[in-house]
């Protein structure tokens, strides 16, 4: 059985809005007795009452990947404010959300251990827990597909806090590089629409953090 208190959650990302509120009370209310860090950028207004610790990071800054569209990857955002926090987390288990979620129970506790294989040999010790939402095999329209190898979300992350920080263990990307990188280079699969053809980025942040995971294991990792 895993204690609470045994736990550290981490919120990263912008926190000034209602959906970031929601979310701290929802961890407060199903978590009272974990670890709260907040993983924030400067000069933002929180009411403090609903952590115990927060960091106020520079913001790494985003690039556009979709022109047409004008959508910004978040990816370094992502990573430094994550990886910011976990220097900062010294218990057993660690919970990473973003901040626009919301818990609704504490079950993942009671499941985890359920959720492991003792005969798979990584580096990893345990499996991470990861959510269903957005994990992706494929990505599809009109009938076709392509495949989205090593997309698994990023939303909900949950595990041994070394295991936890062996999967955020990789360096931020260069975004004039990272983003736009298929202005430069031609896509090696089939796009399906002109809304799939406006991405230019490399691939999604899911799957680069998932791959270094795979890169860094030997092969090998469990989600």
Known sequence: MIFEKDVSVIVAGACNNSSAMNLLKSIRKYLPKSHLIVSTWKNTNIDQKYFDEILYNDD?????????????LNINRMLFSRKNAL????????????????LTSNNFL????????KSVSTLLKQKIIANSLFSLKFEGSQNREYRTPFHVSDWFHF?????????????????????????????????????YNSRLWKYPPEEYITYNLYKTTGGKQKF
């Open 159 to 195: 595990g041994l806090t070394t295991d936890i920080k062996l999967l955020y263990e990789i360096d931020l990307v260069d975004l004039s590089e990272y983003s736009l990188y298929f202005l430069k280079n031609k896509k090696p699969r089939i796009v399906l629409t002109e809304g």
């Open 87 to 102: 220097k900062k987390v010294t218990t057993k288990y660690c919970l990473v959300l973003r901040s626009d979620l919301q």
């Open 60 to 72: 790494p800054g985003a690039e556009y990947y979709d022109l047409r569209n004008q959508f910004k």
């Open 110 to 117: 009671k499941f985890f251990e359920e959720f492991q294989e």
